[in-house]
């Protein structure tokens, strides 16, 4: 470089004030060379910040397990196997909830799963490249929408469709099964299972396409040299070998349905009871937390709401573990996004 | 017309095979069909309703008494704004803080724990949060405030943070901390001022689709914010929120809060992407050299 040559560094110009610009900016790095203590003080902060997370999560299990102590001694095991739940007489039972969240959340499951694995496989294996940006954007930006938004939409667009198309045509084609049978109000489990789908789907189906996408070229490649269609090379070298990461993306928008909590509420009819039809309103765990829990009056029936939260919490950090764990056993030792 | 040079009994493709694959190609363009109407549905019918709805008073107005025609939500945008801002304020430091450990520091089994808690935290039902900042915050205050809101938020904000942090800290080139280090310089200043700054815009992006994801949040809000039909600016009082009024108004009987309710969607929305756009837009113009 030409400047090595000159005797002194031109940084802002020949000036004598060049050499103490230089100075002010090179003193607060230097001077703090020596900062053994500051090096430690820095690592304590950083490592407290770290320490509230683990904090976060004692805080949630010690705050529902303490204050849902009252409702776990007057019912313990029989709580979530009872059907009442009447805050008038006292009596409660987690019954018609826990069922209400299983059955939307595997309606939703059932309509969401061949539709999402399908738009993955459609982005990596199938569409133009220069498709495929924008259509994986698009199918993120349905995650982007707030879920009370979904529940808006549900309510005044999704709701009148069902009452006066889908649930007349399906209780005349499918009336006889007893899942959709009853007035088609439109409110009830099937709406909800519809709206979970529709917000599950961007979840299922991203961790699908970058699992898909880790799967190696050459497996493709020997499918195809072997004779095999393409429809033949995706079932045989693609899905088998994406098989545990699809199912991981599966679980964890299992993990998301049974917590999600505003569109469900708006559109499930919340009316604790159990019943075969898919027409029929019913609640969930989390919605009846949304709409009671404000005004649950009396000790017993605040904590046996918080006991609800307690179940909820566990199912899902137990799905959401099972599924990271599967995720993660297909994408390992692969760059996230790799070929995104 | 007659083959003359017929094609290997190998490579013959039975028609039955084939119909078998044009069938599931015809089925995974169906399928990419039928994810994006709802999307078309949801962003039309949105946009359409709501730019009818929004005017000078909804958005300069409070609510009127229920029933009546007019007002508008401008307590519940200012009541969000503070709620976020609580939030944002709680949550950034400690999760950004949380990720320079596990980037740094956290190359060991107390680092993989907090790994694993943070990704659990992640998947925790935002309901459930809102129970947690109920107890916490509102039990000892004895009545809903901004502040138990912005607890619950930032909560839902810290394990984002934290891995999308270490994620864009583990993208600085190690022989940048090395350079750092070789000039004398400590660990602190060295990660303050060479590592975070690289990976600023990085880390910027991280916090925005945190606090994406919060804004929109109904769940946790309301038994912690609980909502109010008049100004509020103390932090512990109860606080109107824009996602709690669409909520409230959403499930109403009356028209004219059903209009309002499509109004507020699309503020919510129109604030949540221009919140993004403009510090993306910020930290592009700031920090071009920035990793991401």
């Known amino acids: 470089m030409a400047n090595q040559a000159l005797p002194q560094p031109r940084l802002k110009g020949p000036q004598p004030v060049a050499k103490q610009e230089v100075k002010k900016h090179l003193n607060p790095l230097l001077k703090s060379s020596d900062g053994v203590f500051a090096d430690r003080v820095f690592g304590w902060l950083i490592l407290?910040?770290?320490?509230?997370?683990?904090?976060?999560?004692?805080?949630?299990?010690?705050?529902?397990?303490?204050?849902?102590?009252?409702?776990?001694?007057?019912?313990?095991?029989?709580?979530?196997?009872?059907?009442?739940?009447?805050?008038?007489?006292?009596?409660y039972g987690a019954l018609p909830f826990i069922y209400g969240t299983l059955v939307s959340s595997l309606l939703a499951l059932i309509i969401a799963v061949p539709l999402a694995v399908g738009v993955a496989v459609f982005t990596t294996e199938m569409c133009p490249k220069w498709l495929r940006g924008p259509l994986s954007f698009t199918t993120e930006l349905l995650a982007a929408i707030p879920s009370v938004i979904y529940g808006l939409w549900a309510i005044f667009v999704l709701v009148p469709i069902l009452r006066s198309y889908v649930q007349p045509f399906l209780a005349k084609s499918l009336g006889w099964t007893g899942l959709f049978s009853g007035p088609p109000y439109g409110i009830g489990m099937l709406a909800a299972g519809i709206i979970l789908a529709i917000m599950i789907i961007p979840i299922i189906s991203s961790i699908a396409r970058e699992v898909l996408s880790v799967v190696p070229q050459h497996q493709r490649e020997a499918a195809l040299a072997l004779g095999a269609t393409r429809w033949e090379m995706i079932r045989m070298a693609v899905l088998r070998n994406a098989r545990a990461g699809i199912v991981g993306g599966v679980i964890l928008g299992l993990g998301r349905a049974l917590g999600e909590t505003m569109a469900v509420t708006m559109v499930i009819g919340n009316r604790p009871e159990i019943a075969k039809s898919l027409f029929a309103p019913g609640y969930t765990m989390a919605s009846v937390l949304a709409n009671e829990f404000s005004e649950a009056a009396g000790d017993l029936y605040l904590s046996a709401l918080i006991e609800i939260g307690l179940a909820l919490f566990l199912v899902t950090i137990i799905v959401n573990a099972l599924a990271r764990f599967m995720v993660w056993s297909v994408t390992r030792g692969q760059p996230a996004r790799a070929r995104a | 017309m007659p083959d003359t040079t017929p094609t290997p009994a190998v490579l013959q493709i039975s028609a039955w095979r084939r119909l078998k694959d044009h069938t599931a190609t015809a089925f995974a363009i169906a399928t990419v069909v039928i994810v994006l109407t709802p999307l078309v549905a949801i962003f039309g019918y949105l946009v359409y309703k709501g730019i009818g709805s929004i005017n000078v008073a909804f958005l300069t107005q409070i609510p009127k008494p229920?029933?009546?025609?007019?007002?508008?939500?401008?307590n519940a945008i200012a009541g969000s704004v503070l709620i976020l801002a609580i939030a944002s304020l709680l949550g950034v430091p400690l999760g950004i803080g949380a990720g320079i450990y596990l980037a740094e520091y956290g190359r060991n089994r107390f680092g993989d724990t907090i790994r694993f808690v943070s990704d659990v935290l992640n998947g925790v039902p935002s309901i459930v949060i809102g129970i947690v900042a109920y107890a916490i915050v509102v039990l000892r205050q004895k009545h809903f405030s901004a502040l138990a809101g912005g607890v619950a938020l930032a909560i839902m904000m810290v394990p984002t943070i934290t891995r999308t942090t270490e994620e864009m800290l583990l993208l600085v080139p190690n022989a940048l901390r090395e350079a750092a280090y070789g000039l004398g310089v400590s660990r602190w200043r060295t990660t303050l001022s060479i590592v975070l700054r690289t990976a600023t815009s990085g880390i910027i992006t991280g916090v925005m689709l945190a606090f994406a994801r919060v804004a929109g949040e109904t769940a946790p809000l309301l038994f912690t914010a609980f909502g109010n039909q008049y100004w509020n600016w103390k932090l512990d009082q109860p606080t109107a929120a824009l996602p709690l009024q669409i909520f409230t108004y959403a499930i109403s009987p009356y028209d004219d809060w059903h209009r309002q309710a499509w109004a507020g969607a699309l503020v919510l929305i129109i604030l949540i992407v221009s919140a993004v756009a403009a510090v993306r837009f910020a930290v592009r113009r700031g920090t071009l050299g920035g990793v991401a």
């Open chain 1, 48 to 91: 407290g910040c770290a320490l509230v997370v683990l904090a976060i999560l004692g805080l949630i299990v010690w705050q529902l397990v303490s204050r849902s102590q009252p409702s776990w001694h007057a019912f313990g095991w029989k709580f979530f196997g009872a059907q009442d739940w009447d805050p008038v007489n006292d009596q």
């Open chain 2, 66 to 74: 229920p029933g009546e025609v007019g007002g508008g939500m401008a």
